[in-house]
């Protein structure tokens, strides 16, 4: 009788167990089969830029890694802060990712009402590459040199332009610190929505001249549509070595942002800390492919090594200081 007790205890408790077992299962079945749904890759610009090119090569990384449909979607506006934002109110579960760069830590320092607060509305999975910047004026006008450049601009004032990929994205940035640098205080800014339209602006003689990231204007002057005129960067290009740096120019207002332009990859903040594994683990997958290396090193672009949570948190902390720096120097104010 008492073996019988016994027994018909240890069923119970078993039965119990595996209930609670199978019922732990149920509880967590995203996190546990991360991913069994298709990944969306927000980029917060135009289809065409630097931004882009960067989303969809991790979209097509990811979706061969994980195994599920991974989809870029473009919602340019405001800086990028309409896609940031999108992506900060989105469900913390994995599935809805952000390319975000210097405009995620500008942002804080040009906008007063921002729908979110770019330093705890996100998780940083990765930073991916850093972009240097080329000064382009279009080829028919025969000015070669910076020194060209700033002699008309001081010689017609009131004609002067430059265009960038939004108000408050780091090309418009660039220009507003050449700006002050150069002292062409009548230089009017004119934003479009991403970078493929602001180039296409100076290709047209809309207006006379953008900073932008190499990986999207180098095509322009190899093309022979645009002249480089300097680059934005500690050293010569490679893929121009002739095109002096502007601090070889005298400008050294430009090394305060080493690199003024990088993309990321990030997660809405109190995404689980599993998820974020696995992302960060196929992102330094990708980051170590020597073809993606040649793809980003071939547009005069520098792949950055896989980096730990904590060194990319502390990326985001240099650079906040950095642009409150040059955004309070240069007096730039976004709309």
Sequence with gaps: MQQKRSFNFLKKMLGVGLSSGLAALAASPAQAAYPDKPISIVVPFAPGGSTDQIGRMIAQ????????????ENKPGAAGTVGNGYVARAKSDGYTLLIGGSDIVASQYLYKDLPYDPEKAFAPIGVVSEFPFLMLVEKSRGITT???FVAYAKKNPDKISFSSAGMGNSTHLAGEAFKHAARLDSMVHVPYNGSAPALAAVISG????????????????TGGKANALGVVAQKRLPLFPDVPTMSELGYKEFDQLAPWSWKGLFAPSGTPEDVLDKLQRSLAGLLEDTEFQKR?????????????????????VDQRKGWKKMISDANIQAM
């Design 296 to 316: 980003i090193e071939a547009t005069a672009s520098l792949v950055v090594p896989p980096q730990s949570t904590a060194k990319a948190q502390q990326f985001l």
């Design 206 to 221: 809309q207006v006379d001249t953008v900073f932008d990231t190499a990986i999207t204007a180098a095509p322009l002057v």
């Design 146 to 148: 910076v020194q060209e």
């Design 61 to 72: 990384h990811f979706s061969k890694d994980f195994g599920v449909p991974v989809v870029v």
